[in-house]
T-cell receptor, first 116, second 115 residues
Framework: AQSVAQPEDQVNVAEGNPLTVKCTYSVSGNPYLFWYVQYPNRGLQFLLK??????LVKGSYGFEAEFNKSQTSFHLKKPSALVSDSALYFC??????????????FGSGTQLTVLP | GAGVSQSPSNKVTEKGKDVELRCDPI?????LYWYRQSLGQGLEFLIYFQGNSAPDKSGLPSDRFSAERTGGSVSTLTIQRTQQEDSAVYLC?????????????FGSGTRLTVV
């Protein structure tokens, strides 16, 4: 089975400050990890992914995430938050093993609010 | 098309009625997924289609839910005898192929309200 946990329902941060949105995962095998963002009344948009290689991945809009295998985490970060970053963020995982689930499993989402 | 298209964008229906939700994936994408997003909840997997293979229906919550994909392209999600707990945003996504490392492209969703 594969699962994702986003321990914070809500994260508030002041504009210009660094932000972190937390994600931990549980899989049997090597994970492929993703972050998506959802703006109001919109579908999910892909931000970044970790497949293999460098543990620090960079994505759209200045976001980055670090894959930490020992802590089974994939936290989303940005050095300087913008008000326009306010949205709902989802972490997702999948693993490619014979017989494993083929679909992405999503976390429950974290609402990020950047305060001006 | 350039993106994943879903219709209708909003649907209000009376309890007990049947509804059909449509998804038109990106041309050439062989994998198609349906998810449900309830208020305050994450995304719940419903069903997955890959090419001509039998769909993975393991996420469908009850036998009132069904989906088909005609000609490997457009998909329709049908909910029979709708209940109030079916109210949610239904999201469709497609990807180039099973195991696509690029993740999914999502549509904007259909907001279903059962009254």
């Amino acid at each position: 089975a594969q699962s994702v946990a986003q321990p914070e329902d809500q994260v508030n941060v002041a504009e210009g400050n660094p932000l972190t949105v937390k994600c931990t995962y549980s899989v049997s095998g090597n994970p492929y990890l993703f972050w998506y963002v959802q703006y109001p009344n919109r579908g999910l948009q892909f931000l970044l992914k970790y497949i293999t290689g460098d543990n620090l991945v960079k994505g759209s809009y200045g976001f980055e995430a670090e894959f930490n295998k020992s802590q089974t985490s994939f936290h989303l970060k940005k050095p300087s938050a913008l008000v326009s970053d306010s949205a709902l963020y989802f972490c997702a995982v999948r693993v490619y093993l014979s017989g494993s689930a083929r679909q992405l499993t999503f976390g429950s989402g974290t609402q990020l609010t950047v305060l001006p | 098309g350039a993106g994943v298209s879903q219709s209708p964008s909003n649907k209000v229906t009376e309890k007990g009625k049947d509804v059909e939700l449509r998804c038109d994936p990106i041309s050439g994408h062989t994998a198609l997924y349906w998810y449900r997003q309830s208020l305050g909840q994450g995304l719940e997997f419903l069903i997955y289609f890959q090419g001509n293979s039998a769909p993975d229906k393991s996420g469908l919550p009850s036998d009132r839910f069904s989906a088909e994909r005609t000609g490997g392209s457009v998909s329709t999600l049908t909910i029979q005898r709708t209940q109030q707990e079916d109210s949610a945003v239904y999201l469709c996504a497609s990807s180039l192929q099973q195991g696509d490392r690029g993740g999914y492209t999502f549509g904007s969703g259909t907001r279903l309200t059962v009254v």
